[in-house]
């Protein structure tokens, strides 16, 4: 005869290796509580992880765009003030050129009027030369020329005083 006894394991394991049903059962059940509990949790938070990441990118998004927004402004106001700067910088370059030519014309005016004061000079030199001749010549003609004698100038005198 067959021994039925040594059929039979002898672990528990195996045993529920031997009814499949209701090892899936089980796993079901585990399975459904699981999910129940999560659902609970869910609806007692009153937050669903998933709509808290939505509403999260879409700040993100926001604060992206107000960033790129604030840059693309700034970076307009950085061309204009740049611009600003390079027509001031032109206007100072064309007020240099122009300071220069003036500077260049006082110049030669200055030149001009030196070369002009240094003629003057001599010619102020010349005229000193010639009056100091002209003097020293003064001086030598009356030494040469003769006074009249005394009787002659009384005569004279006393013909005016006859007259007037």
């Known amino acids: 005869m067959i021994d039925l006894a040594q059929?039979?394991?002898?672990?528990p394991l195996l045993r529920l290796g031997a009814q499949p049903i209701a090892l899936t059962a089980a796993a079901l059940l585990l399975l459904i509580a699981?999910?129940?509990?999560?659902?609970?949790?869910?609806?007692?938070?009153?937050a669903a992880p998933e709509t808290d990441r939505v509403v999260a990118s879409r700040q993100?998004?926001?604060?992206?765009?107000?960033?790129?927004?604030?840059?693309?402004?700034?970076t307009k106001g950085l061309e204009a003030t740049q611009q600003e700067s390079i027509d001031q910088l032109q206007v100072v370059q064309d007020q240099l050129v122009t300071m220069k030519r003036l500077m260049a014309a006082q110049q030669a005016d200055t030149?001009?009027?030196?070369?002009?004061v240094a003629s003057l000079n001599e010619s102020i030199d010349g005229l000193r030369q010639s009056f100091a001749s002209a003097r020293s010549t003064e001086v030598e003609a009356p030494a040469v020329t003769r006074r009249k004698p005394a009787r002659h100038r009384v005569q004279a005198s006393a013909r005016k005083r006859s007259r007037g």
Request: aromatic share 6%; no cysteine; glycine share 6%.
């Open 60 to 74: 993100l998004q926001a604060r992206t765009a107000q960033a790129s927004e604030q840059l693309v402004e700034k």
């Open 34 to 46: 699981g999910v129940t509990s999560i659902a609970i949790w869910r609806a007692y938070t009153g």
């Open 111 to 116: 030149k001009r009027l030196s070369e002009q």
């Open 7 to 11: 059929d039979t394991p002898s672990n």
